[in-house]
T-cell receptor
């Protein structure tokens, strides 16, 4: 079963619009970590954020913000006032703490964000 | 800190030949390294996990004899694609994890094209 679901395949916005990327995860562990990565066309993965399961505080970093809700198993990501440079594929990922899963990142399918001028 | 160097960034090889991809942690000791494969417009799929000095653990469906992984030191892991075929063409990316913090550092990836 897919552990990380990113239902939005592609989102297109015009520059300066806000865009929210959804991420729903599934785990039985009480200790786990959630991540967001950006993958521009060049291919490298750019780390954006890591959240552990015990920290439900929302986080803001510049134009980026994250909403972690354990009650709905969601870890959504919002880009405020989008820019063309935000165009990329964004991945949500989960790392669980069970012995055979420890350290492995399970990625969602990714959401392609296209920002047009 | 926490830099991982992966090379080559691109490689084109003939069908039937072998290709080696290197992943080096430059400023930390990578006790565990992960190798992922990504087909165009798809997500990253974990191929194997390697711990320094021990045999790699492969995910279900990944051929061990085809994708040889060596993690001989705390700073170097290699992935060798043996007898490559066009269907092995993909983007391969490594990730290294050290003990000092719970984070992952990714290499910049290798785009393999088998012709």
């Amino acid at each position: 079963a897919q552990k990380v679901t990113q239902a939005q395949t592609e989102i297109s916005v015009v520059e300066k619009e806000d865009v929210t990327l959804d991420c729903v995860y599934e785990t039985r562990d009480t200790t786990y970590y959630l991540f967001w990565y950006k993958q521009p066309p060049s291919g490298e993965l750019v780390f954006l954020i890591r959240r552990n399961s015990f920290d439900e505080q929302n986080e803001i970093s510049g134009r980026y913000s994250w909403n972690f809700q354990k009650s709905t198993s969601s870890f959504n990501f919002t880009i405020t006032a989008s820019q063309v440079v935000d165009s990329a594929v964004y991945f949500c990922a989960l790392s669980e703490s069970t012995t055979d899963s420890w350290g492995k990142l399970q990625f969602g399918a990714g959401t392609q964000v296209v920002v047009t001028p | 800190g926490a830099v991982v160097s992966q090379h080559p960034s691109r490689v084109i090889c003939k069908s039937g030949t072998s290709v080696k991809i290197e992943c080096r942690s430059l400023d930390f000791q990578a006790t565990t390294m992960f190798w992922y494969r990504q087909f165009p417009k798809q997500s990253l799929m974990l191929m194997a996990t390697s711990n320094e000095g021990s045999k790699a653990t492969y995910e279900q469906g990944v051929e061990k004899d085809k994708f040889l992984i060596n993690h001989a030191s705390l700073t170097l892991s290699t992935l060798t694609v043996t007898s490559a075929h066009p269907e092995d063409s993909s983007f391969y990316i490594c990730s290294a994890k050290g003990d000092s913090y719970y984070g992952y550092t990714f290499g910049s990836g290798t785009r393999l094209t088998v012709v």
